[in-house]
Structures are given as C-alpha cells and as structure tokens.
C-alpha cells in the first residue's frame, strides 16, 4: 500500500490542521488532486489556505528546537556563572 501524503494546512497563516487531499477536498472543498499543485507552488487556494508537506513541517520543527537547544547550551553557563 502507498504512503499516503500528507499536509499541514493554513487558514490565512494559521495551522488548521493536518490533511491527506482527500480530507481537504471533504473540508475544504479543494479537488484531491490540486493539493499537491498548491503545496508544490506555494500558492493559496481561494486566496486563503495554503498546503505544505508534513516532512517539511517536521524538518522546521526539529530544526527550530536544535537552535532552541544550542541557544540554551550556550547560554546556560553563561547565567550560572553570574549567580
């Protein structure tokens, strides 16, 4: 069975949620196939929603709290040693 895609889901900016293109299509009311054309050209659909692809969520989000960490790591010496 194929991996089903799936994508993170924007209302003017706003994550709404995470769909596959058929439950898009369902709650949206964007044909299933235009999801990927969206994603792929970065463009809003009715102005509105935007589509991104789950893996690049996950890369943002780890990439985001390895800079949190190092951040920390760095920083952490830095207060202790002015206690």
Do not use: C, H
Request: proline share 6%.
């Amino acid at each position: 069975m194929p991996k089903r895609k799936i994508y993170a889901v924007y209302d003017e900016g706003e994550r709404i949620g995470s769909y596959t293109p058929e439950v898009a299509e369902m709650v949206l009311g964007i044909p299933k196939y235009k999801v990927s054309g969206y994603a792929t050209q970065k463009s809003k659909y009715k102005k509105r929603y935007t589509f991104v692809p789950e893996e690049l969520e996950y890369k943002k989000e780890v990439e985001r709290l390895e800079n949190d960490w190092n951040f920390t790591v760095r920083a952490l010496p830095l207060m202790l040693g002015r206690r």
